[in-house]
């Protein structure tokens, strides 16, 4: 099974663009890379996924390295309400049909004034 | 839609006794899952659906916990009996498909067990 490393928290001025990183080098071939964000007390929030190009959508950028070893989700400009945990996930075989997302710790960002 | 719905918000319940968390996913979502939250162990994904059919039991922590999903339209986890460990936040999500992107959280139950 596919597993990330992501950094345990980091700090970003608002205004200015975040970038949180995550290593998946153990990834196949055919597996997408998934962001997901937990905002205090709430529920996860999808953002965005990749599978070897990079992607934009409305919320985020997510740039996937060559090799698909690594991967970073960027907020381009950061506002204090983006102050979650960031998760990378790369998603878990789960028997013959199903596959299943496996949260790690992930990345607590912070955004400061 | 108004969302995966869960329910209570907040439950409080004795040690022993039976607790049941109820989950309503979005219409035309054909998997739901269940997952647990503490500041140990965080995100723990305890069970998922398939077309009402449970496909992945492997995180339920013991035979204590039960989930059921009778339509496509409910889903329920049950305790019992239940104990302190047990305290958690509890959260349904919903997706279609089977990707993993758009899986929609719910509110989540915050379960104190005293």
């Known amino acids: 099974d596919a597993k990330t490393t992501q950094p345990p928290s980091m700090d970003c001025a608002e205004g200015r663009a975040a970038n949180l990183p995550c290593n998946h080098s153990t990834i196949s071939g055919n597996e997408y890379v998934y962001w997901y964000r937990q905002i205090h007390s709430q529920g996860p929030q999808y953002i965005i996924h990749?599978?070897?190009n990079n992607e934009t959508n409305e919320m985020a950028s997510l740039i996937i390295t060559e090799d698909r070893k690594s991967s970073t989700l960027i907020l381009p400009h950061a506002t204090l309400r983006d102050t979650a945990v960031y998760y990378c996930i790369v998603r878990v075989r789960a028997g013959e049909y199903g596959n299943k997302l496996v949260f790690g710790a992930g990345t607590i960002l912070r955004v400061k004034s | 839609d108004a969302g995966v719905i869960q329910s209570p918000r907040h439950e409080v319940t004795e040690m022993g006794q039976e607790v049941t968390l109820r989950c309503k996913p979005i219409s035309g979502h054909d998997y739901l899952f269940w997952y647990r939250q503490t500041m140990m162990r965080g995100l723990e994904l305890l069970i998922y659906f398939n077309n009402n059919v449970p496909i992945d039991d492997s995180g339920m922590p013991e035979d204590r916990f039960s989930a059921k999903m009778p339509n496509a339209s409910f889903s329920t986890l049950k305790i019992q009996p239940s104990e302190p460990r047990d305290s958690a936040v509890y959260f349904c999500?919903?997706?279609?498909?089977?990707?993993?992107?758009?899986?929609?959280f719910g509110s989540g139950t915050r379960l104190t067990v005293v």
């Open positions: 999500a919903s997706s279609f498909g089977g990707s993993g992107y758009g899986y929609t």
């Open positions: 990749g599978l070897k």
